[in-house]
């Protein structure tokens, strides 16, 4: 149960046994009651209320394909998916459950537009690809807390799904929001809220490759105070020497609101992970496989904290102030030595939000955001690491307006200074100081969706929902970019983008299909040209590199009964590399008009899950095309040699079935049998995937639910 003022979500709340809530110390005004179950519709009501007066409202739900979550991170508030212009899709903890999802990587698959690629193996460094952008295209948060590298990098291997709530992931770019790294998407991973009276949870799983996962989380909510927690560990043996993988991860959340004028919340995140890292064992085209590397290993620590204030000085103004710090590092052990690189970042955010009228919402801002990194490849003349820092002072504004009962008009503005200081000269000594720079970029957004046809109840043909949205996304360059090169002026990355589409609703909502175009053109992209492995510092960088992606994103989603639930996706999407600025051709050994690396053109994704009382029966499964893809051994040396490194990587399905079963209230068994084709394929190539495997685990809750 969720409670809107103008726009603005003022709380949550967990209904009893008996379908009971409250919302205590509320202002007069008018509020938006929003209730939500998994299968169901979701029901809202418009409710006026006096400082001094209690109301009682029922909702009424039905079945229904279509989820209407409060999303967090499409906008600077709160919003209801179905108000949103921007394609948003979101995967909750019931569907995460039913997949048996162990990390958030495998939540990830099978979201329209989105292509995950894996090394292989748990552990093994995962990257995500938006709608054709690169890798180090999204911004992914936990709880809002920015956690990319310094330049954007993100590895997903090591986020676990225990404790998470929900998983929001908004396709186009998002900079006018978020700034810097947000060029092709956010992710972001929402972890649990104390909810009602205190409720705790294990669970113990074993499983192929001699796995072995450990969790255990609770939650409450008494007298203003909420409270969550979760503790995990997962061990694996791997499928070869060296290939063996520990996670261990914690969240904590805290927020106190005695009434919905003041809260104050703080959230934690930690994940300490340690990685064999074998290379690549399976195809080997260049014929310069070596062997399989005993000895590299990865080491990392991941953490985040974040602390924020609201308060609601009137029915009218609310003040929200956020504060947050990530750090993220490395250690990696091979044969030829030691390295590390060391990441943080902080963020101050103030913004206000002004109701203009209940159906307008004004928010602006101010955003400090500074961020760097320390490498063992980002050296001075006499060979030592030096501190390399960045900041950004960010402006910004966001209207969100309701000009109808059908019409939802967002848009925003936000202008970002970067600014990079003075750096040393590099480890050869051979390249001018790094002068400090300064660059300002502008990124707006747009978005509206439109309800142009809601029939009564019981009608075949049900709603249709119009969206769309424009905006630019931009990437400020990483610590190699910037100080591996002699260019010490480059622009930050760049992306403009648009998207429209339409969702149909029939049967009263036990049906809902949506069809969504995109375009994606990526400009000032980096480029590495010239120079030699001998002498680093010859190699010239410049935003010089173009591309583009479009395509269309289909997705379908059917309940015909409570018990039964089937959902599916495809997407189309071509790629095109186009000619360097100031050229006819792209940089070498790329080609104009080749497609993107590691970007299919056909991919598709099923899920069926049925229940019936205490069993659940659950299946799904991944398609993916033939994609291009580098020479998995020696790609840079294959290239400089002149030998073949570009190559394709042929499709695959890999499909998953599994289930559970409620022993008691309180115990529950499940199992889950993972690539059952036993198929042979290699997600990103050279890098085998995981043969046939199975899971199985008990599941307990304490009180019974």
């Not at 006096?50 to 009424?60: G, H, K, P």
């Not at 008009?593 to 069993?615: A, D, H, I």
């Amino acid at each position: 149960m969720s409670l809107l003022a103008p726009l603005t979500a003022l709380g949550e709340r967990e209904t009893d046994a008996q379908g009971r809530y409250e919302f205590a110390g509320l202002r007069g005004g008018v509020y938006k009651l929003v209730a939500s179950v998994p299968g169901f519709s979701t029901a809202s009501a418009d409710v006026e209320v006096s400082e001094a007066e209690a109301r009682t409202v029922d909702l009424r739900l039905k079945i229904s394909a279509v989820e209407q979550h409060v999303v967090v991170s499409a906008s600077l508030e709160r919003t209801l998916a179905p108000e949103i212009g921007s394609s948003v899709s979101v995967v909750d903890q019931p569907e995460m459950e039913a997949r048996g999802a162990q990390s958030v990587l495998e939540v990830l698959r099978g979201v329209p537009g989105v292509e995950v690629n894996q090394t292989g193996r748990r552990g093994g460094v995962t990257g995500v690809f938006i709608r054709g952008g690169n890798s180090n295209y999204n911004l992914v948060m936990i709880d809002g807390v920015q956690i990319n590298q310094f330049g954007g990098d993100f590895d997903f291997a090591p986020l676990t799904v225990d404790g998470v709530d929900r998983v929001e992931i908004i396709r186009g770019p998002q900079s006018a929001l978020y700034g810097s790294n947000a060029v092709a998407g956010v992710i972001n991973v929402v972890t649990r809220r104390g909810e009602g009276p205190p409720h705790f949870t294990a669970l113990a799983e074993v499983g192929s490759f001699t796995t072995r996962r450990f969790a255990t989380g609770g939650s409450g909510l008494k007298r203003g105070f909420d409270w969550a927690y979760d503790l995990s560990r997962l061990d694996s043996g791997g499928v070869v020497k060296n290939d063996n993988y520990r996670n261990q991860a914690a969240f904590l959340s805290l927020g106190y609101s005695r009434s919905p004028r003041r809260e104050f919340d703080f959230h934690l995140f930690g994940n300490a992970n340690d990685a064999g890292a074998p290379g690549p064992f399976g195809s080997d085209p260049d014929h310069i496989f070596t062997g399989v590397d005993a000895v590299s290993r990865d080491k990392q620590d991941l953490f985040g904290y974040q602390g924020s204030y609201a308060e609601r000085l009137s029915g009218r103004f609310r003040q929200v102030v956020t504060g947050s710090v990530a750090t993220n590092r490395f250690l990696f052990h091979s044969p030829f030595g030691d390295s590390f690189s060391h990441n943080l970042r902080g963020v101050l955010n103030t913004r206000s939000e002004i109701a203009v009228s209940n159906k307008d919402v004004l928010v602006v801002g101010f955003e400090y955001n500074r961020e760097q990194i320390k490498n063992t490849y980002i050296a001075d003349a006499s060979n030592t690491p030096f501190l390399l820092p960045r900041t950004s002072l960010a402006y910004f504004a966001e209207n969100r307006w309701s000009p109808g009962a059908r019409w939802f008009v967002t848009t925003g503005l936000r202008v970002d200074d970067v600014r990079t200081r003075q750096l040393p000269t590099d480890a050869f000594g051979l390249r001018p100081l790094l002068p400090t720079s300064s660059t300002a970029k502008v990124n707006p957004r747009v978005s509206v969706a439109y309800l142009p046809y809601q029939p009564a109840g019981g009608a075949w043909l049900g709603a249709t929902r119009l969206h769309g949205s424009f905006g630019t996304g931009i990437r400020a360059p990483n610590g190699f970019e910037l100080a591996f090169t002699n260019n010490p002026r480059l622009k930050p990355e760049k992306s403009v983008s648009f998207d429209s589409g339409v969702e149909q609703r029939f049967f009263d909502g036990r049906a809902v299909l949506d069809a969504t175009y995109f375009y994606n053109r990526f400009e000032d992209q980096s480029g590495v040209f010239g120079g030699s492995l001998a002498n680093l510092s010859s190699f010239v960088s410049a935003n010089l590199g173009n591309a583009r992606a479009q395509g269309m994103e289909l997705s379908a989603r059917v309940q015909p009964t409570r018990a039964l639930e089937v959902d599916g996706e495809y997407t189309v999407l071509g790629t095109s590399i186009l000619a360097l600025d100031g050229a006819s051709l792209a940089l070498s050994p790329l080609r104009v008009g080749q497609p993107l690396v590691r970007r299919p053109r056909n991919s598709g994704f099923y899920k069926v899950t049925w229940r019936r009382g205490r069993l659940t029966l659950n299946t799904n499964a991944y398609v993916r095309g033939a994609v291009l893809d580098v020479e998995p051994n020696d790609a840079l040396g294959a290239c400089a040699l002149g030998l073949p490194c570009l190559f394709t990587n042929k499709g695959y399905i890999r499909a998953d079935a599994g289930f559970s079963y409620a022993l008691q209230r309180d115990v529950q068994i499940y199992g889950r049998l993972n690539n059952l084709l036993n198929q042979k394929y290699e997600e990103s190539f050279g890098f085998p995937a995981l043969h046939v495997n199975f899971l199985a685990g008990v599941r307990f809750n304490f009180p019974a639910e």
